[in-house]
C-alpha cells in the first residue's frame, strides 16, 4: 500500500490543521501566564495597580521637569499630591459622617418604626415576637459557629498584612518607574532578541500613550459622575452625599458593574433615609449621569483614546469578572485598549520605519519622566 501523501490530505484541512495547533500552543502558553498570575497575585495586582498610578502621574512629573524641576523633587510632589488629596478626600467624608450621625439616627428610627408597621400589616403579618424569635436564632448560631468565625477573623487579619504589603509594593514600584522609567523599559526591551526590539518598542510607546490617556480620561469621566451624583443628593437632602459620591467614583472605574453598584447604593440611602419618592427622585438622578457618561463623555473622550468596541468592552468587563471577580472587572477596560494598542502598532510597524532606540537615556514607552 503506498505511503499517504499532502496530496492525499486537502489543502483546507492542511491549513485548519496548521492553524489548530499553533492555537493549542497560543492556548497552552495564556494558559500558563493566567495560572502564574493566579499564583502570584499578591506581587502582580499590586504591580498592575502601580503601573495605573503611574500612568495617571507620570504626565504631571513630566510637566513639572520641563519647567526645571528636579527629577526627584517633581516625583515626590506628585506621589505627595496624591497622597493628599485621598487623605483630604477621606477626612471630608468622615466629617460628614460624624455631622449627619445624629440625624441618621433619629432618620433610622423613624424607618425601622416605619418598617415593623408595614412588616405587621398584611400580607405581611410579622410581629415583634416573629423578629425576636429571629434574633434569639441568629443569637444562637453565632455561639454554636463562634470558631468559624473566629477563623473568619483571623483571615481576615491575614488579608490585612497582604494588604500592607500589597501597599508597600505599589509605593516603591510607583517611585521607582516614575524616577527610572526608561531605563527600566530599556532594560525589558532588550531581553527579546534583536530583529523584534524595534518592533517591540514601538508597541511599548503605543500601549503606554493609550494606558495614560485612558487613565486620565477614566478620572474625569469619574469626577464627573461623583460631582452629578453629589449636587443631585445635596439638592434632594440625601445624607452621606459626599460618601455617595466616593462610592460613585470608585464604581466609575469599572465599567457597567461599577455603575450599577454604585448607583443601587444612593437609592437605597435615600430610600432608608428620606423615603420612596426622594428615591425614584435619585433613582432619575442616577440614570441622568450614566447616560450623560454613556452617550456624552465616553464617545466624544474615551472614543478618541480607547479605540476598542463598546462590545468588546462588555465582553472583557464580564470575562474579568468571571476569572478575578471585582479585580478582573477594575483591569479589564485598561488591559484590553493597552493590549489592542500594541498590537495595532506592532502589526503596522515596518523595518523602513523610524523606531526609538533602545537605549536607557532615551523615552521609551515606559513613563514620561
Known amino acids: 500500500m503506498p505511503a499517504p501523501t499532502d496530496d492525499a490530505v486537502p489543502a483546507g484541512m492542511r491549513i485548519a490543521g496548521a492553524f489548530s495547533w499553533r492555537l493549542l500552543v497560543v492556548g497552552a502558553l495564556l494558559a500558563v501566564v493566567v495560572a502564574l498570575v493566579v499564583l502570584l497575585q499578591d506581587i502582580v495586582v499590586p504591580f498592575l495597580v502601580a503601573l495605573l498610578v503611574c500612568a495617571l502621574l507620570a504626565p504631571m512629573s513630566a510637566f513639572l521637569q520641563r519647567h526645571r524641576w528636579p527629577k526627584w523633587t517633581a516625583v515626590l510632589s506628585c506621589f505627595v499630591a496624591i497622597v493628599l488629596a485621598i487623605g483630604g478626600l477621606a477626612l471630608i467624608v468622615t466629617a460628614q459622617i460624624r455631622y449627619d450621625l445624629p440625624s441618621l439616627e433619629h432618620r433610622l428610627h423613624h424607618s425601622v418604626r416605619s418598617l415593623q408597621s408595614l412588616l405587621d400589616s398584611e400580607p405581611f403579618g410579622i410581629t415583634a415576637s416573629d423578629v425576636n424569635r429571629w434574633v434569639s436564632d441568629g443569637t444562637d448560631y453565632l455561639q454554636t459557629h463562634a470558631s468559624s468565625i473566629l477563623s473568619g477573623f483571623q483571615e481576615a487579619g491575614s488579608g490585612a498584612v497582604h494588604a500592607f504589603e500589597g501597599l508597600f509594593i505599589i509605593v516603591f514600584?510607583?517611585?521607582?518607574?516614575?524616577?527610572?522609567?526608561?531605563?527600566?523599559?530599556?532594560?525589558?526591551?532588550?531581553?527579546?532578541?534583536?530583529?523584534?526590539?524595534?518592533?517591540?518598542?514601538?508597541?511599548?510607546?503605543?500601549?503606554?500613550?493609550?494606558?495614560?490617556?485612558?487613565?486620565?480620561?477614566?478620572?474625569?469621566?469619574?469626577?464627573?459622575?461623583?460631582?452629578?451624583?453629589?449636587?443631585?443628593?445635596?439638592?434632594?437632602?440625601?445624607?452621606?452625599?459626599?460618601?455617595?459620591?466616593?462610592?460613585?467614583?470608585?464604581?466609575?472605574?469599572?465599567?457597567?458593574?461599577?455603575?450599577?453598584?454604585?448607583?443601587?447604593?444612593?437609592?437605597?440611602?435615600?430610600?432608608?433615609?428620606?423615603?420612596?419618592?426622594?428615591?425614584?427622585?435619585?433613582?432619575?438622578?442616577?440614570?441622568?449621569?450614566?447616560?450623560?457618561?454613556?452617550?456624552?463623555?465616553?464617545?466624544?473622550?474615551?472614543?478618541?483614546?480607547?479605540?476598542?468596541?463598546?462590545?468588546?468592552?462588555?465582553?472583557?468587563?464580564?470575562?474579568?469578572?468571571?476569572?478575578?471577580?471585582?479585580?478582573?472587572?477594575?483591569?479589564?477596560?485598561?488591559?484590553?485598549?493597552?493590549?489592542?494598542?500594541?498590537?495595532?502598532?506592532?502589526?503596522?510597524?515596518?523595518?523602513?520605519?523610524?523606531?526609538?532606540?533602545?537605549?536607557?537615556?532615551?523615552?521609551?514607552?515606559?513613563?514620561?519622566?
Open 173 to 369: 514600584t510607583t517611585l521607582f518607574v516614575l524616577i527610572d522609567g526608561p531605563r527600566i523599559w530599556a532594560w525589558v526591551v532588550r531581553l527579546f532578541p534583536g530583529r523584534a526590539r524595534p518592533r517591540i518598542d514601538v508597541a511599548g510607546h503605543a500601549g503606554w500613550k493609550t494606558l495614560t490617556s485612558f487613565i486620565r480620561i477614566q478620572l474625569l469621566v469619574a469626577v464627573t459622575d461623583a460631582l452629578g451624583v453629589v449636587i443631585g443628593a445635596l439638592i434632594l437632602q440625601v445624607p452621606l452625599a459626599v460618601p455617595i459620591g466616593v462610592i460613585v467614583f470608585l464604581g466609575a472605574f469599572i465599567p457597567v458593574v461599577g455603575a450599577i453598584v454604585a448607583g443601587i447604593v444612593a437609592v437605597l440611602i435615600a430610600l432608608v433615609f428620606n423615603g420612596w419618592v426622594t428615591a425614584l427622585i435619585m433613582l432619575g438622578v442616577v440614570v441622568l449621569v450614566q447616560q450623560l457618561e454613556s452617550h456624552v463623555l465616553h464617545p466624544f473622550l474615551t472614543g478618541q483614546a480607547v479605540k476598542v468596541h463598546p462590545l468588546g468592552v462588555v465582553l472583557g468587563v464580564t470575562a474579568g469578572t468571571t476569572i478575578a471577580g471585582v479585580v478582573g472587572a477594575f483591569f479589564a477596560v485598561p488591559f484590553i485598549a493597552t493590549v489592542n494598542a500594541m498590537v495595532n502598532a506592532a502589526a503596522a510597524w515596518r523595518p523602513g520605519d523610524d523606531a526609538p532606540v533602545v537605549s536607557g537615556h532615551a523615552d521609551h514607552g515606559g513613563v514620561q519622566s
